[in-house]
């Protein structure tokens, strides 16, 4: 495990790592949601998360003051989190490779572009390491995931529309010539739930 702001994440952050969150609703349900973690310059600060708009991610958080990030490798996971409602019975999801219970602090809010945004110090108070693998690079899972966030700034009038319709199709392109079983089935998911 590498060591961030005093407490341990089993992941090594490198530039924003994209994360999926359970956190508890109102239901006694756990919604599962994509997540940006970004790491602090000063190795002492805690890593941060910004939630955009009224999302259940945002309200649990005041709510319970926390959650479950987790790391994980499978596309379907990222595309349901990210475009449509996901409920799950129990905080880790099978499809986790690792994850860490945070308590989630909110440290800063503001609006862009029309929406409202709130920053999120994250500190980690357990965490899980599942499976440990040896990395490798996957085009499809990558396209997979910068396809979810295109799709997720649809309707959104900050974004120009059109090109983010011609990234769309780049990336369901790559995900359907270089992914994996998996990466086919999430950007054609992705496609059914944009297409909705």
């Known amino acids: 495990m590498s060591e961030t702001s ?3 994440w089993p992941v090594e952050f490198r530039g924003v790592t994209e994360s999926v969150v359970t956190t508890l609703g109102p239901n006694d349900r756990w919604n599962v949601a994509a997540l940006g973690l970004h ?8 890593v941060t998360a910004r939630t955009w708009g009224n999302t259940r991610t945002r309200r649990n958080f005041h709510r319970q ?27 880790v999801l099978d499809a986790a490779d690792a994850w860490v219970e945070v308590d989630a602090e909110q440290v800063d809010a503001g609006e862009s ?14 965490t ?19 396809a ?3 799709a997720s700034r649809l309707d959104v009038d ?3 529309q059109a090109s983010l319709r011609e990234r769309l199709a780049y990336f369901e392109e790559v995900a359907t010539s270089c992914g994996d079983e998996r990466a086919v089935r999430a950007i ?4 059914t739930l944009v297409d909705a």
């Open 6 to 8: 005093g407490s341990d």
């Open 128 to 146: 899980g390491v599942e499976r440990e693998t040896v990395p490798t690079i996957s085009r499809g899972f990558n396209a997979v995931v910068e």
């Open 188 to 191: 054609k998911r992705l496609r």
């Open 65 to 91: 003051g926390g959650g479950y990030v987790q790391f994980t490798r499978d596309p379907v996971v990222f595309v349901d989190a990210t475009l449509s409602i996901s409920e799950v019975d129990e905080p």
């Open 148 to 150: 979810t966030v295109a």
């Open 113 to 126: 572009g029309g929406t409202e945004w709130e920053a999120w110090e994250l500190l980690p108070r357990e």
């Open 39 to 46: 790491p602090p310059g000063d190795p002492e600060r805690p």
């Open 158 to 160: 900050a974004y120009d």
